[in-house]
């Protein structure tokens, strides 16, 4: 089958890419920025996804799109870019889509569109309570694309919110491991909050069982890890697979304090700053989720426990050094 990425120089699309070539599919790869590594018989198209011209031509023939491209932790972007990006294009990109002839399109969200859920844990039918613009925007986002499945028409449309993906490669993941295992993370709270992780691994294979299959079409799923856990033992399993340890407790009233701050100093010389208050969101969201539908539907079986991931997640940085 043929398949493009969008948004296929990310973590998690130079994965998918990889993943899907492997599976003997053609894939294009799309990506505002030009490809760092080359896969074989990958077609790469550097391209921005608000500019319909620049890939209009990658898409006749195509099987199935599936769409990773967002802005999400651009710094010194206005918020117009992130509507831009993560809502505006998708209008022309869908359409363009159906015009082609392209049989299944895979929209990527977020579990962020619920923002910190109200119970744990939550499925599709939480309340959408977004608390920042990259959440607001995605949230608008899927709204987009379901005002597009109630018109109708020959392609399967399909929205997935994935929560956090990890693994080899991720920077959020190897930042945290890397820190626990100099003694320098910082845990701002009890870390008594849920956070429900999934490994690159479980993603592909759902990707794998959902494409073309019809009974995901004009569906929404949540896709996350086998289990949730507080931040308080996330940490724990990191110092585990790193031998590590995080000595440094901070309360959380002194982290905002300290995000406020290292946010305006960030701005004003247009730099992501080491701590933010949209950061601290891992030590207070409330992130636990039932991925029964997903189980129902297509048989989503996620396997790689925590414990797992971030072992092989450690042992893939040391191998490089």
Do not use: C
Request: charged share 20%.
């Amino acid at each position: 089958m043929r398949v493009l990425v969008t948004g296929a120089e990310g973590f998690v699309g130079r994965h998918l890419v990889g993943h899907l070539a492997r599976g003997g599919h053609a894939v294009t790869a799309m990506d505002v920025a030009p490809p760092r590594e080359r896969v074989p018989q990958v077609t790469y198209v550097t391209a921005d996804i608000r500019e319909p011209a620049a890939w209009l031509g990658s898409l006749p023939g195509l099987g199935t799109l599936i769409h990773l491209a967002s802005a999400h932790l651009q710094v010194g972007q206005p918020e117009a870019f992130y509507w831009s990006v993560n809502v505006e294009s998708l209008g022309p990109l869908l359409a363009a889509a159906r015009d082609a002839g392209v049989k299944h399109f895979v929209h990527t969200s977020s579990v962020g569109v619920h923002g910190s859920l109200e119970r744990v844990p939550g499925d599709e039918d939480a309340p959408i309570r977004p608390e920042n613009l990259y959440e607001r925007t995605k949230a608008a986002g899927e709204d987009r694309v379901r005002a597009f499945i109630a018109e109708g028409g020959p392609m399967g449309v399909t929205i997935v919110r994935p929560a956090w993906i990890y693994g080899p490669g991720d920077a959020r993941t190897e930042k945290i491991l890397r820190a626990v295992a100099r003694g320098r993370f910082i845990m701002f709270g009890r870390g008594d909050n849920y956070r429900h992780p999934i490994f690159i691994e479980d993603y592909l294979a759902a990707m794998d069982r959902l494409l073309l299959d019809p009974r995901t079409f004009g569906r929404t799923y949540i896709l996350a890890g086998p289990s949730y856990l507080t931040a308080r033992h996330l940490v724990a399993t990191a110092e585990r697979a790193t031998g590590g340890r995080a000595r440094l407790r901070v309360p959380l009233a002194v982290g905002y304090a300290a995000g406020a701050a290292a946010e305006l100093a960030g701005k004003g010389l247009g730099i992501s700053p080491p701590i933010s208050r949209r950061t601290l969101a891992f030590f207070v969201n409330q992130n636990g989720f039932d991925t029964r539908r997903a189980r129902e539907d297509f048989g989503f079986a996620p396997a790689v426990t925590l414990d797992d991931g971030l072992r092989r997640t450690w042992a893939a940085m040391r191998e490089r050094g």
